[in-house]
Nanobody, 123 residues
Framework: VQLQASGGGLVQAGGSLRLSCAVS????????IGWFRQGPEKGREEVSC????????SYADSVKGRFTISWNHAKNAVDLQMNSLKPEDTAVYYC?????????????????WGQGTQVTVSS
């Protein structure tokens, strides 16, 4: 499976961005798609994940109520709508795919990764 993330940019605090992760290639064994981020001098952390069949959805506590993950069936992509952005949301955002039948929204369980897209939130 190939993943292509896009939609990053520079936005003021309180603003919104919509990231998109285009999914292509062999996708039949893909079980879940996740968004992860790595901020300046920080480790990689989970943001939000969802199962391909729609029965699993999770958000990090830090983004609950502000971010929404969804399938964009028309584009075969997984979108991440980010509202009420904060400076601490500044990071490189990555999307990744997992083929594990039992998965959690933890980056080490996702084997296929796209390139990152930079999100910068100014105060």
């Amino acid at each position: 499976v190939q993943l292509q993330a896009s939609g990053g940019g520079l936005v003021q605090a309180g603003g919104s961005l919509r990231l998109s992760c285009a999914v292509s290639g062999y996708t039949l064994d893909t079980v879940a798609i996740g968004w992860f981020r790595q901020g300046p001098e920080k480790g990689r952390e989970e943001v939000s994940c969802m199962s391909v069949n729609g029965d699993g959805l999770s958000y990090a506590d830090s983004v609950k109520g502000r971010f929404t993950i969804s399938w964009n069936h028309a584009k075969n992509a997984v979108d991440l709508q980010m509202n009420s952005l904060k400076p601490e949301d500044t990071a490189v955002y990555y999307c990744a795919a997992s083929t594990l039948e039992k998965w959690f929204c933890s980056w080490w369980l996702f084997a296929s990764w796209g390139q990152g897209t930079q999100v910068t939130v100014s105060s």
